[in-house]
C-alpha cells in the first residue's frame, strides 16, 4: 500500500512544485485560473492523440524499415521525425487553441505560463502511465528527476516564441508570427528528439553489452559512456536553462497589449443655438412679452 502512495507523490508532485514556481514568476499580472483550466482539459486529449499518431507511425516505420527499437538508427529517426514534433505540436495546439485571442494574453510571461500549463499537463498524465505500469520506485524518481524538467523546459522554450508570434501578430508582421509559431515547435522538438534518443538508446545498447565480446565489447562499452555522458550533460543543461530563462523572462516581463480593448470616447456633442421663442397671443389681445 505505501509504494503506490509513493510513485503517486514522484509522478504528480513536481509537476505541482513547477506549476506553482511558474505562477510566482508571473508578477505582472496573473492569468485567470478559469483560463489556466482550459490549458489543461484542452491538452487532455490532445495527449491521447499523440499516442495514437505516435503509434500509427512507429508502426508505418517498422513496416517501411524491418527495424525497430533495438536499431540505433531507427531510434534517433523514430525520436527526431516522430515523439519530438508530434509531443510539441499537441502541448502547442493544448496551449494556444484557449489563448490565441484570449484578452488576458497581454505580457511577455504569458506564454510561459501557457506553454508550461500544457506541457506539465501532458507530462503529468504521460508520467502516472510509466509509473504505475513499470510499478518501479527507480523508474518515478529519474521521471521526477529528468522527465518533468525536461517537458517543463520545452514549454518554457515554446512559450518564449510564442509569446514573440504574438508581439508581431500585434504588430501586423503575419511573417513574423508564423517563423516564431514554427521555432516555438521546432526548437522543444530538436531537444525533446535529442533526449529521448539518448534515454532510448541506452537500453539496446546494454542488451548488446551482454553478448558482446573483444574489441566489440569495448566499443560497446564507450558507446555506453559516451551516452551516459551526454545524459548527463542535457540533463544539467537542462535545469540551467530551465532557470536562467524563465527567470530572465519573468525579470523582463512587460505589457505587449492591454487586457481589454480600450473603452472609445464618445464624441464631443455640440449644443445646437437658442431658438428665439415666438411671443405667445394674449387671448385678451395684448402681446404676452
Known sequence: M?????????ATVPAVILFIMTRKLD?????SKKLLVKIILMEIPFLIATVIAEGVLQALMTAVSGEDMSNLLYIALFCFLVVGPAEEIFKFLGAKIPTWKSPEFNCKFDGIVYCTTSALTFALVENLGYVFTSGSLATAIMRALCCFPGHFMYGVLMGVFYTRARVCANNGDKKGKNKNFFLAILVPALIHGLYDTICFSMSPLATELDSAGGFYETAVILQLILLIGAFVVVIVGTYICLFVVIIKQSKNDKFIAPRYPLPQQPAAVQQAPAQPVAPQADPYGNNNV
Open 2 to 10: 505505501v509504494l503506490p502512495i509513493i510513485l503517486f507523490v514522484l
Open 27 to 31: 508578477k505582472k499580472e496573473k492569468e
